[in-house]
Each structure stands twice: as C-alpha cells, then as structure tokens.
C-alpha cells in the first residue's frame, strides 16, 4: 500500500513539473505540416528558410530545408519575413506582440526553441535582418519618423543606426557587407549606406519597376535583387511578372538573370511580396516567383541564367521572404 501510495504521489509530481514547464514558455511555437518535396541535390548545401502564406491570406508559418541533411521543418503562426542567421543557428522575423497590435521582432533557436521578443518598441517594427558574424539583427522600425535599427542578441541592446528622412524611405530589409555597407530599396532604386560616414547613394537604378530586397553576393561584388512588375503606374496590389537582376558593382553590368509574367498577383504585404537570396558559394540564386491570384513558388537558378528549377510545389500558398545560409 505504501509503495502504490509513493508512486501515486511521484506521478502528480511529475505532473505538476510538466505542467509548470509548459505554462513557463507559452510561446513555444508549434510544428507546421510542411511535406513538399524537396529536390535536396538541386539546393546541395545549407539551410533555407522562408514564410507561407495560405490561399485566404493568412500566415501558415515559418518553412525551413536543411539540405545537408536532406530534412524539413516548420513552425506555425504569424513569422513575417524570417531571416537566418549566416550560422544557422537562429532565425529571426516580426510577427505581433500580445497587444496584437503592435509588431515586434523575435528571435528563436533553429528548433523553435528559447522565443524572445528582442525589440518591443513602439510602432510597428519589420524586416529583420543579420550582420555577417550573426551577433546583430538589424529592423525597421515603419511608423513615421522611421528607424533603422540594430539589436545585440547576447545582451538585447538596441542602437540607433540610420535615421529616415522624407528623401528617402526603405521598404526592404537591409543587406550587409563587411558591417559597413548597407544596401536596401526604397521602393524604386537599389541605396547604398556607408554606416562610417553616414552617406547614402543610388547604387542602382533600374527603373523598371519596383525593386525588392536586394542583397549583397558573398564575395561582395554583385547585388541580386527582383523587380516587380506592375499592371500600371502606382498600382501597389497587383503585379504581372517580376525580374531577377544582378548588378555588378566594379563594372556597373546590370543582368537580367530571369524574368516571368503572371496576371495580377495579389500583394498581401507589401516589401515581402517578392524576394531573393544568394546560395552559400555565390553560384545560384534562390527567388520567389509570382504566379496568379495570390500562389507564389520557391525557384533557384545559376547566375548565369540556366538551371531554373521549382523548389516548392504546395498547391494554393504564397512561398516568399526566403533566405539561404550555409
């Protein structure tokens, strides 16, 4: 009897342990059913993250490919524009604080583990992205007067780095190279930050349409970045194709890598609409390419234009802000 009653009183324990545990981290994301089929050999190496959209518009999660290991996994929720540290070893994205009102940055561990809001500011704080050595996530704070950002992740101190004027204004995340060179999109043109001087420059200027989250090659030669193209001037909602461009900084060269037409693709939120990524080596490119309605699909390509494969195939969703580490 008394060994029937200490094992009785063992198990509630372990239970009352359990359910601490659990009421202790609430925001321990859940697992996202995420079963494309991935072409592992096409990728080859590195962890790929990126958000899904389902066909009402909502957001189904985080996805993320670790080809080495040929495995996917996902977390479900709001994750707006995650981004992979250049370790892979976190992921970082904005989704609502609890006010559920209020867009905050957060940071978790690659395995869902240890979520931390690492900005909870006010106004509305978007488009994370790392610096080099993975010890800093740069956002944009988007309500006007507008911020740029960048926190510490060992001890969560936030500075200010940029400040945006009314000459200006970033729509995309930023980019960096060498933790001096910062390049983003101001919706029209590709800019050029030098955080030593404080001096910003036109880089590039396609005049296509609007550009979207260019981003620098490893070696720091040539910037990838996509052009959307829209149904008319000043329509932001719809757009009808899009272009993969790279621009090479030493011989000014802009090259069209890879351009597509759909009719009109729906613009859920703005700078996230279309994006694109440099493989680990600098050799492929992996973009989200736009097709009718609101459906977007992961591609990769070789820089030189050939190779073009479908990398997500889910029926229905929006594949978008994807991001490639090694």
């Not at 200490?6 to 321990?28: A, D, Q, R, T, Y």
């Not at 940029?162 to 980019?175: G, R």
């Amino acid at each position: 009897m008394k060994n029937k009653l200490l094992i009785f009183l063992i198990f509630c324990f372990v239970m009352i342990l359990g359910g601490c545990e659990v009421e202790s981290n609430p925001l321990m994301p859940q697992s996202l059913n995420f079963n494309d089929p991935i072409p592992f050999d096409e990728l080859g190496a590195g962890i790929v993250s990126f958000e899904r959209i389902s066909a009402d518009g909502g957001s189904q999660g985080v996805c993320i490919i670790n080809a080495l290991n040929r495995t996917t996994h996902g977390f479900s929720g709001m994750y707006n524009g995650p981004s992979i540290s250049p370790d892979g070893s976190k992921i970082a994205f904005s989704k609502y604080s609890n006010s559920n009102t209020i867009y905050d940055v957060y940071m978790m561990n690659i395995d869902g583990s240890n979520l931390i809001n690492i900005s909870n500011m006010n106004g509305q704080d978007n488009y994370p992205s790392w610096t080099g050595d993975s010890k800093n996530i740069l956002f944009l704070n988007t309500v006007f007067p507008n911020f740029l950002y960048s926190v510490n992740i060992d001890n969560i101190q936030i500075k200010t780095i940029l400040f945006q004027s009314q000459d200006f204004w970033m729509t995309t995340p930023v980019s960096v190279y060498n933790s001096k060179n910062m390049i983003f999109s101001d919706g029209v043109d590709v800019k050029l930050f030098d955080s030593e001087t404080s001096n910003i420059s036109t880089l590039c200027a396609p005049q296509i349409g609007g550009t979207f989250t260019p981003c620098w090659s490893p070696n720091g030669l040539n910037v990838a970045f996509v052009v959307v193209k829209y149904d008319n001037v000043g329509n932001d909602y719809f757009a009808v194709g899009g272009i993969v461009q790279i621009y090479n900084i030493q011989t000014n060269e802009l090259k069209t890598i890879y351009e597509w037409s759909c009719n009109k693709h729906i613009d859920w939120a703005g700078s996230n609409e279309l994006s694109v990524c440099w493989s680990p080596d600098g050799n492929k490119l992996l973009f989200n390419k736009s097709a009718d309605g609101l459906e977007s699909h992961i591609y990769i390509v070789n820089i030189d234009g050939t190779g073009l494969k479908q990398i997500t195939n889910e029926p229905g969703v929006c594949d978008r802000s994807v991001s490639w580490t090694k």
